[in-house]
């Protein structure tokens, strides 16, 4: 065991080893930050899908409050589908 610990004691004194711990530890650190921003970033894209789905979801509401609205007036449904995009299966569903 004493054999162990001297020669540990030399080897972990080497610029060899010490430079290789180093760069491990380097290594480390820098996945540690990759993984980190690239959490941040997909956290940041996800809100942004989620803001631009709820912007899309909103747009569709009115869109189709507009069309029950036009259709209700008895506006000619080719009318209603040009000034709403929606598609001819959805406002004959209102």
Same mark, same amino acid.
């Given at each position: %065991?004493?054999?162990?610990?001297?020669?540990?004691?030399?080897?972990?004194?080497?610029?060899?080893?010490?430079?290789?711990?180093? #760069?491990?530890?380097?290594?480390?650190? %820098?996945?540690?930050?990759?993984?980190?921003?690239?959490?941040?970033?997909? %956290?940041?894209?996800?809100?942004?899908? !989620?803001?631009? #789905?709820?912007?899309?979801? !909103?747009?569709?509401?009115?869109?189709?409050?507009?069309?029950?609205?036009?259709?209700?007036? !008895?506006?000619?449904?080719?009318?209603?589908?040009?000034?709403?995009?929606?598609? #001819?299966?959805?406002?004959? #569903?209102?």
């Amino acid at each position: %065991m004493e054999e162990y610990v001297k020669e540990s004691k030399k080897t972990s004194t080497k610029e060899e080893v010490i430079g290789l711990y180093d #760069k491990e530890l380097y290594d480390e650190a %820098m996945e540690y930050h990759r993984i980190r921003h690239a959490r941040e970033e997909g %956290m940041e894209k996800g809100i942004e899908k !989620g803001i631009e #789905k709820g912007r899309k979801e !909103g747009e569709k509401k009115k869109s189709l409050e507009i069309a029950k609205s036009l259709k209700e007036a !008895g506006v000619d449904i080719e009318i209603i589908i040009k000034s709403t995009s929606l598609p #001819k299966v959805e406002i004959e #569903k209102l």
